[in-house]
């Protein structure tokens, strides 16, 4: 459950009923697709979520407010050999504490944040990171590649599925 400090955004978002859902678009947009949690974001504001609260999270690391949500989404692009760019990855809680999951440019080892989190008895009861291989990393690149811009509406799909689920408390 959310900390009582934090009652006021529940109570704001929920009407104080279900949980606290947090979306965290992380990346660096002047690093092209490194940007696409940012990107993702920016989209999600023009859609209509309602009990959910919207973080651009940047290339922030461990100030992000992850302690502060009962469920959350991290949207970052995630480097992988063994998938082709613009492939959208979904790891759980499990999944990232287990294969020590990353981002691209980023000082956060989410895998140690979150172990920290739980340690402090502080992390979400369920995350989930959604991962968008990049294509294009080039330094001052300010948008995404086609790839990775044409499966946006693809990732939105996928985040209303996983809030919708949770909503309906499965």
Known sequence: MCCPCFRSIKERLCGGEGPLIGIIGIGNILYGDD??????????????LKGVELVDGGTASYSLPVHRYDRLIIVDS???????PGSILK????DILRSRVKGTSHDIDLCDYISALEFKGEAPEEIYLIGV?????????????????SVIPEVI????EIVGAWMKGT
Not at 78 to 84: A, C, G
Not at 91 to 94: C, E, N, R, S, V
Not at 157 to 160: A, D, M, T
């Open 78 to 84: 995630v480097k992988s050999s063994h998938h082709p």
């Open 157 to 160: 799909k996928l985040i209303r």
């Open 91 to 94: 790891f759980t809680k499990d």
């Open 133 to 149: 291989v990049p294509e294009n990393l080039e330094p001052m690149e300010l948008s995404l590649s086609e790839r990775v811009e």
């Open 35 to 48: 940007g696409v949690g940012v990107h993702v974001i920016r989209r999600l504001k023009e859609c209509d």
